[in-house]
Structures are given as C-alpha cells and as structure tokens.
C-alpha cells in the first residue's frame, strides 16, 4: 500500500452564502503519484489546489499532509510549493534570486544556495540565465524558471495550476513531456490541475474529474476513458454513444439489457449496480462496422442502423449511423481498407454494428435513464 | 476648415493669405503652443532665480539694480531667517517621515482587506484634500485651543498642545500629508499583483519577511512619490500653518512677516535653493526608477 500524501476528508468551501466553489471532496493523493485535477472552467480546481497550498482558509473538512493536519497553517508552513499559472516571478529579482528565495528563507548557506540553484537551472535546461531579470524571458522560460523555484525546496508535493495555459500549443507539447520527465527524475507528488483533458490524460498517473464542486469519477486515465460511470465523464473524455437500456436479466458473467429498436446487447454484470433502467455506452472506435449480411461473431453485441453521414477525417472516417430511426451513432473506422475512390460505407446503406460486450460500459449518476439524449 | 481650405488649394492659381496662414498654424500650432506653456509655467521660477543675484538697495527686492553675489555668499543673513529654515526642515522632515509611514500602512489595507468601515475610511481619506485650506486651518485652531480648557486641560499635558508651536505645526502637516501620501501609495498598490505575495509565502516567507521583500520594494516607487510630495507640500505650507504656529516661525511664515516691511534678496536666494533641492530629488528618484526596471 503506497503512503498517503495529500488526504481531503469532506472539504467544502463557500464564497458567501450563495457560491460552493468546493463541496465535500474526499481525496487521497499518493506518494510519488502525477495527480491531475480534470474539469470545466468554475468547477472548483483552483479553489481546490489553493487549500492544500494554504492560501484559502476551507469553510469546513480536513487536509492533511504526510499524515499530518494543517488545515488551519498558512501557506510557509506547509511542506508544499506551488507553480502559479502566471507563474508570479518576482519582478525585482534576478532569476538566480527568484530560484533561491524559498532556500534564503531557511537560511540556506550561500555556497549550498549556489550549488542547488545551478543544478536546478540545468534540471529546467536554463543553465546561464541567473543574472537575467523575469522580463528578459519568454513565456516557456518563465514557465521553468517558476518551476526550478518550486523544485529547489524539495517539497513533499507539488502544485501546479495550469502551468502550461499561457504557452502555444506547440510549446505545450514539449513542455507536457518535459514536466513529466522532471517529475520521474525527482519523485516528488505532482498534483497538477488543468481543463485540458488530453493533457490529463498524457500526464497522469490518476486523473479526478471534476464538475460544480464536486468529483465525478476518479482513476487512471485508461479506466476514465474505458469504464466512465457518469455522463459527464463520458462526454468529457472524448466522444461517447449513449443508449437507453433496460435490464432484462442474466446470461453468465453479463447482463442482458434491451435497447433502442427492441435490440438486445449484453454488459458485464459486474458494472450494474441493481437498478433495471439505466444508461449504457460504447466508445466511437471500438464499433465495427459490417455490412448488413454480414456473419457477426456470436459473442458481439450487434445493431442494425443505416450509415446517414460519413466524413473523411484523414487517418480515419467519421461515420454517423441511425439506429432504429431514432439514434445516431457515432463509429471511427480507421482508413486501413479504404478504397482510393471513396468510403467502403455510403450513406443510406444498411449496416450492422458490432462491438465486444466488455467495452460496454453503464452510466450510474442518479437520473441518467430519464435525460439520456444519445451524444 | 484647414482640410477643406487645402482641398480647394490645387484649385486656385495661388494660394490666399489665410490658407498660408492655416497651414502655418496646422504646422506649428502645437510646438508654439507647447513652448508658450512651459514659459509661462518656468517664468515666475526664472525670474526668482534671476533676482536672487540682484544687489540690494533699500529694503524690497522689486526692481533690477545691478548684478551681485552678495545674498548667496550670506544665504541666511537676516534676523529670524535661519531658525525659521531649520524649523521647516524639520517639520517636514518628521512630517514626511511619520505620514508616509502611517500612509502607506492605511493604503496597503485599504486595498487589501475587506473590513466593515473600509469605504467610509476610504472617503475619510479624501476630506482633507478636500476641505479648503483656511476652513482646516481654523478648526485646528479651535482644537488646539480648546485643548487646554477643561475637561480636557485635566487629561492632555500643559505645553503639549497649547501654547501653539512647534508640535501643533507637526501634527496638522501629517495630518494632511497622511492624506496625500495614501492617494499615491493606493494608486501604485493599484496594479500589485497579489500572487506575488502569496508566490512568497508559498516559498516560506512568514508575512513580515512578504512584506519586506516583496511588497515594499515592488510599491517603493510609489512610497518615494508619496514622500516627495508630502514633504514639498510641508515645507512650503503657509494657510494651515499660519493657524497653527502660534509664535513658531517657518520659513513661509518668516517671509509672510517680513514682507511688510522688507523683502530682502536672501528670500529669492533660499527660493532658488529649495527648487535646486526639488529638482535634484525628482531627477533622482526618476533615474532609480529606471534602473530598477
Ligand atoms: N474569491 C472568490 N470569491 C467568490 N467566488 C469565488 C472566489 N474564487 C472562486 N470563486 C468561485 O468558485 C467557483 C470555483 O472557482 P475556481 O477558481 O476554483 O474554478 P476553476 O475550476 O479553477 O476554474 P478555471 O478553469 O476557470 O480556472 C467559481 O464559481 C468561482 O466563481
Ligand atoms: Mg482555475
């Protein structure tokens, strides 16, 4: 079992009586992890990630550190620093004064205080910049040396907020890579907050996803993306297909649910959760694509529809298929067997769909079954 | 008019005198306009200046005699003239020193916390810049005289408030300077950037070491504004002080007297070494601003 970092336990925080910019989150963030906190503008990252730092007071919960409550310690007595989104470079210091200002405060001798920020400019590929001012950077530049500032003090976590916003997005990719890099070379708990979800995903180790204060889902990329259990985390990470489904009983390891048409598709039974009206989904690239006569393997699920559009998208074609007269999905076939002249699918031609059972997944937030508009 | 005037020129065989006259000013309107200005606003300096190495003759320096080094080589050569220099000085020294303290303080938390009285105070602050000089003057008379009659007479020392003086001088100048010194420092807190305070905290500053080595010398410029000001207006207010002084005199006050009956050369001299000092302060502060950018 990994040792427990960064722990919230029912953190709520109110602006006034009308905002809840945070609502009793619970979290546990481990040793040595890249966490990443995932979600819409307003959703409460920040406010989040300030509260661990310390620069908001929460209006009630507890934070801990290494085991240890500092919920009520302000931000220099806390083991963490902070990379700021404009990364709040000190104006009137040098860049090597910028570097070693946490390590002066703790009375650092000069010589140690030399070494550490020499060796953190090389570990943020600036060695040579120390004499130069905040103003003579670029963006990217700015963006390391707030880092190195962080890094020097060897902090037991690390918070970045959207470090790499104010950078093009050439730069971002490079920088995306690089902060990866610097977090596996140091070891040290990245808990890092950004509404970019590919970024997210690249990134992390653990991704929470967030919405309106609270967090959806929380996992590794890979089990956000393939098993979502909300409708937002499913339209959030990329494109989903969502179905209206009713459960209609068992046949083995799956449940057996009926959807739009009359169509019958099997889940595994371990994603329900006992309710009989809910809501499933189906990735857009793990759908196959067959003709209508076409012999479909037993285990698959299938649907019957009709191909009303197809855009040429390069690497892949978009198509969208109606089932039932009633639900458009949408399928990804990569452009492997296409032929010169056009799509191997045209529009108005009858189509079977097929995909594997276990790339089926359920929706669970309370509601789902009455709302659901397939994406 | 003056476009029109020269779209029509290529019409006309030659043109007129009022369009020659138009495209003159059009020209150099605003270069003559500019130096007109700033003659008018040098020109009481300049002619202070120039008298100031006039010869005396008789007892007011209102007409040109004849050149002289006289009053510069014996600055502060007349009965009164040097104690009411240094009480100046140090009226706006302490002045300066106190409402730029207190100013910059009052500015940093207005602009800082959210507090129950902070609009009001932030009104307050402008009442005395507001106020005309002689209504302020007045009521601080009235104060300070009353002071040393009962009830109050029983808590406020005899001497400290009444007879007038040196201290009552003090205290109405910071009074007033508190006032300006907060306008300049708020307006440069204006554009601070919080997060840098919080970058400092985060990296281990407690709140005094923040303030030291984040806010102050990112806000100095400001406080240095602040302080120049308050000490210009201080050195050369009469209004105020006239009420305040009681038998104190400063230099404004010194020269108010002694123009009755004497306006000697060393007044213009003392004048020209005042502006001197200004002019060098604001060069300087200028030029530390640029380095520090
Ligand atoms: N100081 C404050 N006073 C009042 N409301 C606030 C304050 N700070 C944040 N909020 C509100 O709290 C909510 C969450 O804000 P927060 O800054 O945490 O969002 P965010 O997820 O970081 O968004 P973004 O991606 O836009 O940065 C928002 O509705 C915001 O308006
Ligand atoms: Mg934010």
């Keep these: 079992m990994p040792e427990i970092d960064v722990r919230l336990v029912d953190v709520t925080k109110r602006f006034g009586p009308d905002v809840i910019a945070v609502d009793r989150i619970n979290l546990e963030v481990r040793d040595g992890e890249f966490f990443s906190l995932l979600g819409p503008s307003g959703c409460g990252k920040t406010t989040t990630l300030r509260m661990i730092g310390g620069f908001e007071e929460p209006t009630s919960g507890l934070i801990e550190l290494q085991g240890q409550d500092v919920t009520w310690l302000p931000p220099y007595r806390r ?95 490079q920088m995306q890579v690089e902060l990866k890099r610097i977090q596996q070379e140091v070891g040290i708990t990245f808990i890092y907050v950004t509404h970019d979800q590919e970024e997210a995903m690249t990134m992390s180790d653990r991704i929470a996803v967030m919405s309106a204060g609270h967090y959806e889902q929380l996992g590794t990329p890979e089990e956000l993306y393939e098993r979502p259990t909300t409708r937002f985390v499913a339209g959030f990470l990329g494109v989903s297909n969502m179905l209206r489904a009713t ?38 690239e793990k759908i196959r694509m067959l003709a209508s006569d076409a012999e479909v393997p037993a285990q698959l699920n299938r649907l019957p529809g009709r191909v009303a559009h197809a855009s040429y998208m390069g690497v892949s074609t978009q198509y969208i ?44 937030d309370a509601g789902a079954a009455t709302g659901a508009e397939p994406d | 008019m003056t476009a029109i005037a020269r779209d029509l020129a290529p019409a006309r065989p030659r043109p007129g005198a009022r369009q020659r006259l138009a495209a003159w000013v059009d020209r150099w309107g605003l270069a003559v306009y500019t130096v007109a200005a700033v003659a008018y606003l040098l020109m009481p300096i300049a002619v202070m200046i120039a008298f100031s190495f006039n010869e005396q003759v008789g007892k007011f320096n209102y007409q ?14 007349r009965p009164g003239m040097e104690s009411a220099i240094i009480t100046s000085l140090q009226i706006a020294f302490i002045s300066t020193l106190v409402a730029t303290a207190l100013g910059t303080l009052i500015a940093v938390s207005l602009t800082r916390y959210q507090f129950p009285g902070r609009s009001a105070t932030n009104l307050f602050i402008f009442l005395p810049m507001a106020t005309p000089e002689i209504v302020m003057g007045a009521s601080l008379l009235t104060l300070f005289v009353n002071t040393a009659q009962a009830p109050f007479d029983a808590i406020i020392p005899k001497g400290l408030l009444f007879p007038l003086g040196f201290n009552t001088i003090l205290i109405a100048h910071i009074m007033f300077n508190i006032s300006y010194v907060v306008v300049t ?104 601003q640029r380095r520090g950018h």
């Design chain 2, 64 to 77: 040109w005699h004849a050149f002289s080094l006289a009053a510069w080589l014996n600055p502060f050569g």
């Design chain 1, 321 to 364: 298929v109606q089932v039932a007269d009633q639900a458009d999905l949408t399928v990804y076939e990569q452009n492997v067997e296409r032929t010169v002249e056009g799509s191997i699918h045209r529009q108005g031609e009858a189509v079977t769909l097929a995909w594997m059972p276990e790339h089926t997944f359920v929706i669970r």
């Design chain 2, 185 to 288: 420092v708020k307006a440069r807190m204006a554009g601070f950037d919080r997060r840098l305070e919080e970058a400092a905290m985060d990296l281990g500053a407690n709140e005094w070491t923040t303030f030291w080595r984040v806010t102050f010398p990112l806000i100095f410029p400001g406080i240095l504004a602040a302080a120049l000001l308050a000490f210009s207006l201080s050195i050369d207010d009469f209004v105020v002080t006239n009420f305040t002084s009681g038998l104190t005199n400063t230099f404004p006050i010194w020269v108010w007297g002694s123009i009755r009956n004497s306006l000697p050369v060393q007044i213009n001299v003392v004048g020209t070494m005042i502006f001197g000092a200004a002019v060098l302060l604001v060069l300087g502060s200028t030029l530390l």
């Design chain 1, 247 to 284: 459960r209609l009983g068992e046949d083995g390891a799956y449940a057996l649910v009926e959807v739009v048409g009359g169509s019958r598709v099997r889940v595994p039974r371990d994603r329900f959760d006992g309710r009989v009206e809910v809501e499933v989904g189906v990735r857009p």
């Design chain 1, 79 to 173: 083991n963490v620093n902070t990379v700021f989104q404009n990364y709040a470079l000190f104006p009137h210091l040098s860049i090597y004064e910028n570097v070693a200002f946490g390590l002066r405060r703790r009375r650092v001798p000069d010589r140690e205080i030399r070494n550490r920020v020499t060796e953190m400019l090389q570990l943020v590929e600036l060695p040579g910049y120390e004499k130069r001012r905040p103003s003579q950077l670029s963006g990217g530049q700015a963006q390391r040396v707030a880092l190195a500032r962080a890094l020097i003090n060897r902090p037991a976590v690390l918070l970045l907020d959207e470090p790499l916003g104010a950078l093009d997005l050439k730069l971002r990719k």
